[in-house]
């Protein structure tokens, strides 16, 4: 698999260089196709860069009206709940930023989980560009990685790993006892990049049986995030990496 682990000293510089290559990716897809469609992940990790886009220079030279911002996965509760990740982003950049309401593509968390997931996966057919049966192309894709090597709301075990037809489906997860409404594999391969950010030592065994590709890693839902034409790009922090054969 072809990696290219981009590795940086600790979790605030990985926050701050991937929030500039996000921003970077940006402006090209504006330039480039007028419009930039992005897909957040949730979680802990990703905050601290929301934050920097929100508050840093270079989010000033964006136009937000054409940006699009939508979820790889959400926590089935209301989007003003703890454990929301829109409830996250929207404290961390969508109240400090100038994008329109009807940009913000969020998974509706309230509804029952069938109803998000089909209300969700028809937004993504009516919404993304470059449409391929129900699939449409993020221009970036950010993941973030569960030490068990879950991605999005992929984990290992579930029916969802398993699903082809539909971009978007509502898994129960044994494990935390709560439904979630995820993406899946067949849209993260259509992604034109996709950033998994990944961040702390808890998280290094993980990283490095997947980017070393041992044996266990076929047990990772993470491992299976393959773009078919696109670029797959691991951000890391030292102490993710601190497992990788050949750390530096
Ligand atoms: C979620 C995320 C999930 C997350 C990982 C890592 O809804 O929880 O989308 O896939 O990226 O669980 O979470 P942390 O960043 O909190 O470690």
Same mark, same amino acid.
């Given at each position: 698999m072809d990696h290219r682990p981009h590795i940086t000293e600790d979790a605030e510089s990985l926050a701050q260089e991937a929030a500039r290559h996000w921003i970077r990716r940006a402006l090209e897809a504006i330039q480039a196709r007028g419009a930039f469609h992005v897909s957040l992940s949730g979680g802990s990790t990703p905050k601290r860069l929301y934050q920097i886009l929100a508050e840093? #220079? +270079?989010?000033? &030279? +964006? *136009?937000?009206? @054409?940006v699009h911002l939508w979820f790889g996965d959400e926590r089935c509760? %209301? %989007?003003?709940?703890? *454990? &929301?990740n829109y409830h996250m982003v929207h404290d961390a950049l969508l109240a400090k930023v %100038?994008?329109? &309401?009807?940009n913000v593509h969020r998974i509706h968390g309230e509804l029952t989980p069938e109803d998000a997931a089909s209300r969700y996966a028809r937004d993504l057919v009516r919404g993304l %560009? #470059? @449409?391929q049966g129900a699939f449409g192309r993020f221009d970036l894709l950010m993941l973030g990685m569960g030490a068990d090597g879950h991605t999005a709301s992929l984990f290992p075990g579930t029916p969802a790993l398993e #699903? @082809? #037809? @539909?971009p978007a489906v509502a898994v129960y997860v044994e494990k935390l006892e709560s439904w979630r409404v995820t993406i899946t594999y067949p849209l993260i391969e259509r992604a034109r990049e996709i950033m998994l950010l990944v961040a702390g030592a808890a998280k290094a065994p993980v990283v490095a049986a997947v980017l070393e590709e041992r044996p266990e890693a076929q047990d990772y839902p993470v491992a299976r995030v393959r773009p078919t034409d696109g670029e797959l790009i691991w951000w890391l922090d030292r102490a993710a990496a601190s497992q990788l054969d050949a750390a530096p």
């Open positions: 840093g #220079e +270079l989010a000033k &030279s +964006l *136009d937000w009206n @054409r509760v %209301p %989007p003003d709940h703890d *454990d &929301s %100038p994008i329109p &309401s009807h %560009p #470059e @449409r #699903e @082809r #037809e @539909r």
